[in-house]
């Protein structure tokens, strides 16, 4: 039976002293009044990882990083490597998001690395994928998305996909308080879990968790989460408050 996952992507905010503090709220309303059976993930700042996840005491809450390197170690400077996120404490490990790809132009070839190190070091990654409005509007959104996961995760063994987190993130809807539809949003994560489907099999399809994100909040994560294909959110601005974030993870 797949996990029920709600994953806060906290982005560039939050000094070290704010996120410890978030992330101990968050634990302790979910020690107090969340739902068990959810797996909660706080996608925290590189400087904040460790801190945050030795003050998480929720045994169903986890920690990832929102990035990792490309290369294993080496004369890389500024970058954060795989070895360097695990030893933190953390679990997760967000990769393909859009903003990534976009502003800092990682191809399909530098995410498949990344991917490929995180799995060796024992990490969940979270893989985003999802379009622009233009494709959208295109209609050529299933197409486009088909391409970004058999460019990447697509390319992985049975055993190693079996690891993987989905999110689908309709670029159009992050930040902009569009949200996609219930309809759409199932409409697509049924579209990937069929792609599942053909290249592995239906049990590994029907195993894996796949994640809506873009504006979803405490006022339409209940319609979001009831659909059959959706099996939780990747949040970003709601996850910045502790009671919106336990509010979507009640959703369920």
């Known amino acids: 039976m797949r996990k029920k996952i709600v994953a806060g992507n906290w982005k560039c905010n939050t000094t070290l002293a704010e996120g ?28 904040h990882l460790a801190s945050v996840a030795s003050a998480i005491e929720a045994e169903n809450v986890f920690v990832a990083a929102q990035n990792c390197a490309a290369e294993p170690k080496g004369a890389f400077t500024g970058e954060v490597s795989v070895s360097m996120i695990q030893s933190t ?32 070091q024992g990490l969940i990654p979270i893989y985003c994928c999802g379009e622009a409005l233009a ?36 670029i159009w809807a992050i930040g902009t308080g569009r949200t ?20 592995f099999d239906q049990t590994i399809a029907n195993d894996c968790s796949i994640l809506y994100g873009g504006s979803c ?17 990747l949040i970003g601005g709601a996850s910045l408050k502790a009671e919106d974030f336990l509010s979507i993870i009640n959703a369920y």
């Not at 209940?222 to 294909?229: A, I, S």
Request: charged share 25%; aromatic share 8%.
């Open 217 to 233: 909040s405490p006022a339409n994560a209940k319609e979001l989460f009831g659909q059959p294909d959706i099996d939780g959110g």
């Open 135 to 170: 494709i959208r509007e295109a209609g050529t959104e299933n197409a486009f998305v088909k391409t970004q996961l058999e460019e990447t995760i697509f390319n992985l063994s049975a055993d190693d996909f079996k690891k993987i987190v989905i999110a689908y993130e309709p």
């Open 89 to 120: 404490g953390a679990a997760y490990v967000i990769l393909g998001h859009s903003e990534r790809r976009e502003y800092y132009h990682e191809t399909s070839e530098i995410l498949n690395k990344k991917v490929a190190l995180a799995l060796a």
């Open 180 to 199: 996609a539809s219930s309809q759409q949003a199932q409409d697509m994560l049924a579209f990937i879990r069929q792609l599942i489907a053909t290249k």
């Open 20 to 47: 410890v503090a978030l992330a101990k709220q968050v634990s302790n309303l979910v020690a107090e009044r969340g739902a068990k059976d959810v797996v909660v993930v706080l996608g925290t700042p590189f400087t």
